[in-house]
């Protein structure tokens, strides 16, 4: 059963993490070892989240040995260019404690300011050549920004993560990355961002072929679209401070979905994006100062 995929460049990542988007800096610690406890070996953090150090305290506390825990982070937009974004790395390598990272990412496009973009992404070349990171990758990156990135720059991606769950699985960019070699990673892979409107009868939590599934495999809805994830070939990175909710989205390697019911989770995209527009990051309005370690 799959429980790693490789990357392009021949580096293997878990096939699933665990990821501390808005998880409090004070929280960060306890989530991650309790996620280390369990048997997650990578852990996704950002400079934007205000976690690292925390991710850091955890790993140090696990007394895992540095080669068993895949770490990546995310360089915001504030940091790009390509002097700005060695500096981002140093900044997170003091935080994580570490003096490698595994998977260093762009966290957005930036397509107001894209030659920016490309100069932090030749920083993460860079960064490649010289051992600092292990790979290199981008997020929340479509295909127009994939293809010119692709034209002006040399190391094809590793990874582009981006939002992916049963009601929105952008599964034209995840061929384009497919086609490229560029492995996807569903961030709010069980659909959380689903239920943050408020009506409950649109989260995926709550779907009737979700939940029938799940009773059919003795399992949650969780643990069902994790599944998923991992049968399509994506990297999943969910997140939890509740101990038995990390655990329970660990426990998904002893059962498998038919295709029958890969392609009934697989039919219910809408096509209703629930994170930000990609084209709509600016430095004007989400540019903030990431602080030095």
Do not use: C
């Not at 790993?59 to 390509?82: H, M, N, Q």
């Amino acid at each position: 059963m799959t429980t790693h995929l490789t990357l392009n460049n021949g580096v293997e990542m878990p096939a699933l993490g665990f990821g501390v988007f808005q998880t409090p800096p004070t929280e960060t610690a306890e989530a991650v070892g309790a996620a280390l406890d369990v048997g997650y070996r990578l852990i996704d953090t950002a400079a934007a989240y205000g976690n690292e150090r925390g991710v850091g305290d955890a790993l140090r506390a696990s007394g895992l040995p540095r080669d068993e825990v895949f770490l990546e982070t995310k360089v915001w937009i504030s940091d790009y260019g390509y002097d700005e974004t060695l500096h981002a790395w140093e900044k997170s390598i003091r935080k994580l404690q570490v003096d490698v990272i595994d998977l260093f990412i762009l966290h957005q496009a930036l397509p107001s300011e894209f030659d920016r973009t490309v100069a932090a992404y030749r920083a993460l070349e860079a960064l490649l050549a010289d051992g600092k990171v292990r790979a290199i990758g981008v997020s929340n990156f479509m295909v127009p920004h994939l293809e010119r990135l692709l034209s002006e720059t040399t190391v094809v991606p590793a990874v582009n993560q981006i939002e992916v769950h049963p009601y929105f699985s952008q599964k034209p960019l995840q061929r384009f990355g497919s086609e490229h070699g560029i492995a996807t990673q569903a961030w709010s892979p069980i659909g959380g961002i689903t239920s943050y409107r408020g009506d409950d009868s649109r989260s995926t939590f709550n779907d009737p072929v979700i939940l029938a599934i799940a009773e059919a495999h003795g399992k949650t809805a969780a643990q069902v679209m994790l599944r998923w994830h991992i049968q399509n070939g994506v990297q999943a990175i969910p997140k939890s401070v509740t101990p038995a909710r990390i655990a329970e989205n660990f426990d998904v390697f002893d059962f498998e979905l038919s295709a029958d019911e890969i392609g009934r989770i697989d039919a219910l995209d809408m096509g209703v994006r629930g994170g930000p527009e990609p084209e709509a990051i600016t430095l004007e309005a989400f540019g903030r100062e990431i602080p030095e370690a």
